[in-house]
């Protein structure tokens, strides 16, 4: 499937300690046999998501945007239960009663509500087909040894729009699981130390199951450009960067 990209640039950007979220964001439309997709870049791990005339949103965090301004959601997923992925004031703000809100077990212990899906299940919400990919760590770990995300408590989503396949990773590292991928479209991979991956590894992930759009998300101070010097040889995978640090 082809995709044209559309650029939409918002204008603001995150303000010192204690300013208000920005209220403007970074947008790409991808045009695809079913429909445009838009793809707003809110912020580290939290984006938004427009497809059909639904709105998804991931990680909702009221740090990265004001959730009483932002529209309301057909459906919510929420990777892991920390608290830069699970807000349950933005939450509050964007759910309705007719909301599908997808998540981890630990999430819904949390927020009190949802779906939970394992790593591995499949379901069908709000008119997406949704897959829980595993989302964890190998080798960073914390002073005691163990890992910042375990294994089977974090969830990547793949979100199908139409025919167009969307990955978004949670937090995690370069897993033997994300070989298994396929057919993925856009790939949104963490990048952020030490909680996540490096370059390197972003790119090795990448290499492994080779989506044709791979955005880096949840960058921290990493530097973005490494990812596009690393994968420059990869001919079939378009690097792009925006705020998402």
């Known amino acids: 499937m082809t995709i044209v990209i559309g650029l939409i640039a918002g204008v603001s950007v995150l303000g010192a300690a204690g300013a208000p979220p920005k209220t403007t964001f970074e947008s790409d439309v991808l045009k695809t046999a079913k429909g445009d997709i838009k793809l707003t870049f809110i912020g580290h791990g939290t984006l938004m998501l427009e497809f059909d005339g639904k709105v998804v949103h991931i990680d909702p965090v009221s740090d990265y945007a004001d959730y009483a301004r932002q529209p309301k959601a057909d459906l919510i997923l929420i990777t892991h239960e ?7 004031r933005a939450v509050a703000q964007i759910a309705t009663d007719k909301t599908a809100i997808i998540l981890t077990e630990a999430c819904r212990a949390r927020l009190g509500k949802g779906s939970v899906m394992k790593n591995g299940d499949k379901t069908t919400a709000a008119g997406f087909a949704i897959e829980a990919v595993p989302a964890y760590n190998i080798k960073h770990t914390r002073p005691d040894g163990a890992p910042f995300h375990p294994k089977g408590v974090g969830n990547g989503y793949v979100i199908a729009c139409g025919e167009t396949k969307i990955y978004v ?8 699981e994300m070989a298994a991928l396929e057919g993925i479209e856009v790939a949104f991979l963490p990048m952020n130390l030490p909680y996540t991956m490096t370059p ?14 791979l955005y880096p998300y949840h960058y921290g101070k990493t530097d973005p450009r490494a990812l596009v010097d690393l994968l420059a040889g990869e001919k079939d995978i378009e690097v792009r960067i925006r705020e998402l640090r």
């Open 82 to 88: 920390h608290g830069d992925h699970l807000d349950p």
């Open 169 to 176: 990773a949670g937090d995690t590292e370069n897993i033997p």
């Open 200 to 213: 390197e590894m972003v790119a090795a992930a990448a290499k492994s199951f080779k989506p044709k759009i």
